[in-house]
């Protein structure tokens, strides 16, 4: 049976993945992810779970394993962050495009220079268009929910994908929660004990994967891939049902937090959401009309679902973790100004660029923001970076 | 080529015919797909200088060039790319690669 346990976020994940009774673990250590291959590899040592652990010599070695794994049929997982993931970049883009459903955690770490192991969103950022789902977890109950989600999702005959669940560096990986941790009876119940192939290489079948791909072919196979993603959110939406009414704790692809009166919501995801919420409540205490707009899906990106929880609000500020140099402001920001611009009714839009590097994003950060934009102080820019210090 | 009733190769698939991440089903399909489309210089024997060596056989990198039991050979344009080893190494030149869309 459920029961609730004290738990390290990383932890969280590393438990959620034993009971999904994967096959495979390829992955090299890396701060602030270790936490989840180390417990996992106790797990494997003392027989806890039967798995193949590979210790590999980077993370595009680690991705590699798990694509060779995933291809012959076998569940996978594996985990990284910020320098990491980029070192498997080129891997990533090898896993959506063959359509293999492998499942890894990010703790998400900003990019250097400098050498920074602390939070922001510019790792998953920076691999944006690698063709996978990505959702982002704000607590461990999530991130352990999200995972057992991801297997299931992924392995999917309709979708056949890669899932990133993405959590913040040390403000959510390293921080100790209470979490309802679900027993094997209970997952085996709702995710098969082990993954059933439609597709696998079998020296009885032989099969080519990822051949050459002429000018000829390849329009055709990105856009299959665009249809996987866009229609892996009904898939998504389904197996969440399911887990709700199994255990009861229901997700949404966003989830909006006192916005039906408001005028103003801030947007973002991750574990900032959580400080975010207390100084909507803080204003809420003042008079002011202001929401919150949690995202957790980032790819597929819910489009519709955004659309209707905005159609009442004045305006809209959202907040990135990651931004493009040279460019127009944060990835959120840039997606949600092209979900609105067609709309006749729309709300203003604003992007702040705040918590690289693992700086907090304050309560009271949060409130003067959310002040601005309520009073409608003009903004100069559209975006700003809300905690340089000039 | 009876082979070729067995599998049908779909050029130009739409996204929906097109096998999920464009997995190959079958081995040995790549000579369905007609690499000679590929050539601009189509090799010429001229029977009268071939001495039957079979040189050209051997060098042919996409074994395009058919030896047969008398000796006497001839190119399989269906995979002839056309590029032209086979009139390089021919100690005779008894090759010439000839432009295609002339005589």
């Known amino acids: 049976m459920a029961k609730r346990i ?12 034993k ?6 673990i390829a992955a090299y250590p890396i701060t602030p992810q270790t936490h989840i291959v180390e417990k996992l590899s106790e797990y494997v040592a003392n027989g806890e779970l039967d798995a193949e652990y590979i210790n590999v010599e980077s993370e595009h070695s680690a991705m590699s394993a798990c694509i060779g794994a995933a291809a012959v049929g076998a569940r996978c997982f594996t985990a990284t962050a ?4 980029a070192l498997m970049h080129e891997m990533l883009f090898i896993a959506a495009g063959n359509r293999l459903p492998i499942v890894m955690a990010v703790a998400n770490r900003c990019l ?9 969103q510019s790792d998953m950022m920076g691999s944006r268009d690698c063709g996978w789902i990505q959702l982002y977890g704000e607590n461990a109950q999530e991130v352990f929910d999200f995972t057992l989600q991801a297997f299931k999702i992924a392995e999917d005959e ?12 040390f403000y959510v990986t390293h921080v100790i929660e209470s979490l309802i941790a679900l027993d094997q009876e209970e997952v085996n119940r709702f995710l098969p004990p082990k993954r059933i192939p439609k597709y696998a290489l079998h020296p009885d079948n032989p099969t080519t994967w990822g051949p050459i791909g002429l000018p000829d072919i390849q329009t055709e196979l990105k856009y299959q891939l665009e249809k996987a993603l866009q229609n892996s959110k009904t898939v998504i939406k389904e197996v969440w049902k399911e887990y709700g009414d199994l255990f009861g704790r229901y997700y949404d692809v966003i989830e909006p937090y006192r916005v039906e009166d408001a005028e103003v919501a801030i947007l973002m995801m991750g574990g900032h959401c959580g400080t975010a919420r207390i100084a909507v409540d803080k204003l809420r205490e003042k008079g002011r009309r202001v929401g919150l707009i949690k995202l957790r899906l980032f790819r597929p990106f819910p489009v519709e679902e955004l659309i209707e929880a905005t159609k009442n609000l004045k305006a809209l500020a959202v907040v990135d973790k990651a931004f493009s140099p040279g460019g127009f402001g944060g990835p959120i ?6 979900v609105f611009y067609d709309l006749d009714v729309k709300p ?3 992007g702040f660029i705040a918590g690289l590097g693992g700086r907090d994003i304050r309560v009271d950060e949060f409130m003067s923001l959310a002040e601005k934009v309520l009073k409608g102080e003009k903004i100069e820019k559209n975006f700003v970076f809300l905690q340089v210090r000039e | 080529m009876s082979q070729k009733n067995e599998f049908k190769l779909n050029l130009k698939p739409t996204w929906k015919e097109l096998p999920i991440a464009s997995i190959i089903p079958k081995p040995s399909t790549s000579r369905f797909y007609l690499t000679g489309d590929w050539r601009s210089f189509r090799p010429v024997i001229d029977k009268s200088k071939c001495t039957r060596c079979g040189l050209c056989w051997t060098y042919c990198p996409d074994a395009a060039i058919t030896w047969f039991k008398d000796g006497s050979v001839e190119v399989n344009l269906d995979y002839c790319k056309g590029c032209g080893i086979c009139a390089e190494e021919c100690p005779v030149k008894a090759i010439t690669m000839v432009e295609e869309g002339e005589e």
């Open chain 1, 6 to 17: 004290a738990i390290e976020c990383s932890h969280a994940i590393s438990l959620a993945v």
């Open chain 1, 19 to 24: 009971l999904a009774n994967v096959d495979v």
């Open chain 1, 82 to 85: 910020g320098q990491g993931l």
């Open chain 1, 112 to 120: 250097s220079p400098n050498l920074s192991i602390w939070g922001d």
């Open chain 1, 158 to 169: 309709r979708v056949l994908l890669p899932v990133a669940v993405n959590f913040d560096g």
């Open chain 1, 333 to 338: 920001f840039n997606e949600i100004r092209s």
């Open chain 1, 348 to 350: 203003k839009i604003f």
